[in-house]
């Protein structure tokens, strides 16, 4: 385990608040910010979908500096994996929990937060922990088993494209060697989509996305998803031998023309593990999404609300939204302001309500 540390800790061996830590754990990079008006609580914050993030010094994004302002210290892991890295995630950030208890102390409180994918990364740390962490914020997530969620919203919609566009992303089984995440690729997507309008305006109907560019970033985006899961999971982790498509332009042809592909077995184990929610948390979870969301569109946060409710543990999940479009676009204001709720009812016991976020 290799740490920076900056700055260093007093002689007397306690925490010099204000400071921020860097270092790694495991080849996860981390950070550290201990606020000059820490309260004695923490909270662990899981990044989205992407590459594992490097640290530095600079300004921490406004969604989560308001959070720090308030007196938490905020900690959090780059994960050591990359893509789909739930299993990474989920990991390092309980290492990277540790290491802060040791270092700095057991904090009054431990709270776990996280937007889009880390969504359900704090999910799977509450049910994994429920005895180290006392309370969880996801925003703008996908709370529902991944292999369900993302073969609706990945590969079903790939299928359906492919289905509009043969051979333009190679297949949603094995994807073009082009195929990457750049907006110049979202451009080359889009010009082949422009070429057939009637095209382009079915598919974009049957996606739900708001706009002609959201479109072109949408596909793109989700084919690298699908090929960063595919050598991920080791195969093709979806079945769509049974699925009847709809809400298309003619969901008629749609069924008869998309092609039909079989699930490796291995794969789709893979996503069962990383991760199916049980839905049966020991502690308090309050969400928040926006009304429109292109990527994790808003449907994909009420299969966790549905399974507390069926499990009958619906009382420690409170479900809010906000009602700004895109992708967590939740405010720093509305971040504050749920946290807070969601710590009163930590403390008192008092369960906040559900609705819109203010």
């Given at each position: 385990?290799?740490?920076?540390?900056?700055?260093?800790?007093?002689?007397?061996?306690?925490?010099?608040?204000?400071?921020?830590?860097t270092?790694?754990?495991?080849?996860?990079?981390?950070?550290?910010?201990?606020?000059?008006?820490?309260?004695?609580?923490?909270?662990?914050?899981?990044?989205g979908?992407g590459?594992?993030?490097?640290?530095?010094?600079?300004?921490?994004?406004?969604?989560?500096?308001?959070?720090?302002?308030?007196g938490?210290?905020?900690?959090?892991?780059?994960?050591?994996?990359?893509?789909w890295?739930?299993?990474?995630?989920?990991?390092?950030?309980?290492?990277?929990r540790?290491?802060?208890?040791?270092?700095?102390?057991?904090?009054?409180?431990?709270?776990?937060?996280?937007?889009?994918?880390?969504?359900?990364?704090?999910?799977?740390?509450?049910?994994?922990?429920?005895?180290?962490?006392?309370?969880?914020?996801?925003?703008?997530?996908?709370?529902?088993?991944?292999?369900?969620?993302?073969?609706r919203?990945?590969?079903?919609?790939?299928?359906?494209?492919?289905?509009?566009?043969?051979?333009?992303?190679?297949?949603?089984?094995?994807?073009?060697?082009?195929?990457?995440?750049?907006?110049?690729?979202?451009?080359?997507?889009?010009?082949?989509?422009?070429?057939?309008?009637?095209?382009?305006?079915?598919?974009?109907?049957?996606?739900?996305?708001?706009?002609?560019?959201?479109?072109?970033?949408?596909?793109?985006?989700?084919?690298?998803?699908?090929?960063?899961?595919?050598?991920?999971?080791?195969?093709?982790?979806?079945?769509?031998?049974?699925?009847?498509?709809?809400?298309?332009?003619?969901?008629?042809?749609?069924?008869?023309?998309?092609?039909?592909?079989?699930?490796?077995?291995?794969?789709?184990?893979?996503?069962r593990i990383?991760?199916?929610?049980?839905?049966?948390?020991a502690?308090?979870?309050?969400?928040?999404?926006?009304?429109?969301?292109?990527?994790?569109?808003?449907?994909?946060?009420?299969?966790?609300?549905?399974?507390?409710?069926?499990?009958?543990?619906?009382?420690?999940?409170?479900?809010?939204?906000?009602?700004?479009?895109?992708?967590?676009?939740?405010?720093?204001?509305?971040?504050?302001?749920?946290?807070?709720?969601?710590?009163?009812?930590?403390?008192?016991?008092?369960?906040?309500?559900?609705?819109?976020?203010?």
């Amino acid at each position: 385990m290799k740490l920076r540390l900056l700055p260093i800790l007093l002689a007397c061996g306690a925490p010099l608040f204000g400071a921020v830590e860097t270092g790694e754990i495991n080849g996860s990079q981390f950070r550290i910010d201990m606020p000059d008006n820490y309260n004695g609580s923490v909270i662990l914050y899981c990044h989205g979908y992407g590459g594992n993030v490097k640290y530095d010094q600079k300004p921490l994004p406004k969604q989560v500096q308001v959070l720090a302002e308030a007196g938490y210290a905020l900690v959090q892991a780059g994960y050591s994996g990359v893509g789909w890295a739930v299993k990474e995630g989920v990991e390092d950030t309980e290492a990277l929990r540790r290491h802060f208890a040791r270092k700095y102390g057991k904090p009054k409180r431990t709270y776990v937060m996280g937007h889009s994918m880390g969504g359900i990364v704090t999910l799977a740390i509450m049910e994994k922990f429920p005895e180290s962490y006392d309370g969880a914020l996801p925003l703008c997530g996908p709370l529902g088993a991944s292999l369900e969620v993302l073969q609706r919203r990945v590969f079903d919609l790939l299928v359906v494209f492919d289905y509009y566009y043969p051979g333009v992303i190679g297949s949603p089984v094995k994807l073009a060697d082009n195929v990457k995440m750049s907006p110049e690729y979202a451009t080359q997507l889009k010009k082949e989509m422009d070429a057939d309008p009637q095209k382009r305006a079915a598919i974009q109907k049957y996606a739900g996305f708001a706009s002609e560019m959201e479109l072109g970033v949408g596909i793109g985006f989700f084919a690298n998803i699908m090929k960063e899961l595919i050598e991920r999971a080791g195969g093709n982790p979806f079945d769509n031998r049974d699925t009847v498509y709809f809400g298309g332009e003619d969901d008629t042809a749609i069924n008869r023309g998309v092609k039909r592909y079989t699930a490796d077995p291995r794969a789709t184990e893979y996503l069962r593990i990383y991760y199916t929610p049980k839905g049966r948390p020991a502690r308090p979870i309050l969400a928040v999404h926006t009304v429109y969301d292109p990527i994790v569109p808003t449907w994909a946060s009420n299969p966790y609300a549905d399974l507390v409710r069926k499990e009958g543990t619906g009382e420690r999940f409170v479900q809010r939204f906000v009602t700004r479009p895109g992708h967590c676009s939740i405010n720093p204001d509305e971040t504050l302001h749920a946290f807070q709720d969601l710590v009163k009812w930590v403390e008192t016991g008092q369960r906040p309500a559900s609705g819109e976020q203010k």
